[in-house]
């Protein structure tokens, strides 16, 4: 059975304050999902709303069709990491998971088997208060595997690991995926997002302001075309005359010495009027907005009326997560999770 997470018209006011409003999302499995703002947009309140650990105001948070509360076997189908735990120095991490596993009536075996998933099989066995910041990370996410889960939540998995524990995250998170799983992360690392989501729902202010495929979003986003020419000046009246003709869409032109700068275009738009015209061109690049100028385009309004991907979808995403990664792995990062309300 297809596994789905979705919120329709999520809403908590802590009092006052408006945390979250009127958010409405779809989260089908095979992809890994961003859940992207600024701190304080509300992604953590979200998430708890979703786990069943804050009441929301209105609207509701669903898994299989169901509030998480009313699922016939939760830790089987979702697995969570919001906040690090507490974890007893003295315990070693083997211990750790089978007490958590006990409570929740799950066999021993178990146990081994997350372990070596993420990449700690070897050090099971030693205590946690000798362990570092990511190898107490990969612990967590071993509880949150003890179940076999359908559905993984993370919080901020990659806030603070090294570059050998953030390459490690990001092939996990692919490979369980791929394996027709549902991935929803939340982040504000916008340039370790940019290469470990396929999709992304961002948040500003409690209010969802563009959800929909990276890919997507970020063709849809702004491209600027470089061209150097030694015709710069009529290349650019060229292209500002197919500007207010209506044929190279809603560009904008600057001369920067033998640089033509045309923005709000693409190449497959520029090209053909440069042939057209006759203009000699020495070099032509494109650069297309990345997630960063998206996410701050978004998230302080100024774009996202006008943004293709400014309304939510509350669609199940399509595509796959790419290629599968194959664990476990090895080696471990530095790095703790970190939540904001």
């Given at each position: 059975m297809s596994?789905?997470?979705?919120?329709?018209?999520?809403?908590?006011?802590?009092?006052?304050?408006?945390?979250?409003?009127?958010?409405?999302?779809?989260?089908?499995?095979?992809?890994?999902?961003?859940?992207?703002?600024?701190?304080?947009?509300?992604?953590?309140?979200?998430?708890?709303?979703?786990?069943?650990?804050?009441?929301?105001?209105?609207?509701?948070?669903?898994?299989?069709?169901?509030?998480?509360?009313?699922?016939?076997?939760?830790?089987?189908?979702?697995?969570?990491?919001?906040?690090?735990?507490?974890?007893?120095?003295?315990?070693?991490?083997?211990?750790?998971?089978?007490?958590?596993?006990?409570?929740?009536?799950?066999?021993?075996?178990?146990?081994?088997?997350?372990?070596?998933?993420?990449?700690?099989?070897?050090?099971?066995?030693?205590?946690?208060?000798?362990?570092?910041?990511?190898?107490?990370?990969?612990?967590?996410?071993?509880?949150?595997?003890?179940?076999?889960?359908?559905?993984?939540?993370?919080?901020?998995?990659?806030?603070?690991?090294?570059?050998?524990?953030?390459?490690?995250?990001?092939?996990?998170?692919?490979?369980?995926?791929?394996?027709?799983?549902?991935?929803?992360?939340?982040?504000?690392?916008?340039?370790?997002?940019?290469q470990t989501v396929d999709r992304v729902i961002i948040l500003a202010a409690g209010r969802v302001v563009a959800d929909g495929p990276l890919a997507d979003m970020l063709r849809g986003a702004t491209t600027t075309v470089r061209l150097r020419s030694p015709e710069a000046s009529r290349l650019a009246a060229v292209l500002e005359a197919a500007a207010a003709d209506g044929g190279a869409g809603n560009l904008s032109v600057s001369l920067q010495g033998d640089t033509v700068v045309a923005q709000g275009t693409t190449p497959e738009v520029v090209g053909p009027i440069v042939a057209r015209n006759g203009v000699i061109v020495y070099e032509m690049t494109s650069s297309g907005e990345s997630l960063e100028q998206l996410f701050f385009q978004l998230t302080e309004g100024s774009a996202a009326a006008g943004h293709p991907f400014s309304k939510p979808a509350g669609a199940t995403p399509a595509g796959g997560p790419g290629a599968p990664w194959d664990p476990p792995g090895t080696g471990a990062g530095d790095g703790a999770g970190e939540g904001q309300r």
């Open positions: 596994v789905e997470v979705e919120a329709r018209g999520l809403t908590k006011h802590f009092g006052e304050v408006v945390a979250v409003e009127g958010l409405s999302f779809a989260v089908g499995p095979g992809t890994v999902t961003g859940f992207l703002g600024p701190n304080g947009a509300g992604k953590t309140t979200t998430l708890r709303m979703l786990l069943g650990l804050v009441t929301p105001t209105a609207g509701v948070a669903l898994v299989n069709g169901v509030p998480y509360r009313r699922l016939p076997d939760p830790t089987g189908t979702v697995g969570a990491v919001l906040e690090a735990s507490g974890f007893h120095p003295a315990r070693t991490a083997r211990n750790h998971l089978r007490t958590v596993a006990t409570v929740a009536g799950i066999p021993a075996t178990r146990v081994d088997e997350v372990l070596e998933l993420v990449g700690l099989g070897g050090d099971g066995d030693r205590r946690v208060g000798g362990y570092s910041l990511g190898m107490r990370q990969r612990l967590e996410l071993a509880r949150a595997l003890l179940g076999d889960p359908s559905v993984l939540v993370l919080d901020e998995p990659a806030n603070g690991l090294d570059p050998q524990g953030i390459a490690w995250m990001r092939g996990f998170l692919r490979w369980f995926a791929a394996q027709g799983r549902v991935v929803l992360v939340s982040s504000h690392l916008l340039a370790e997002a940019s």
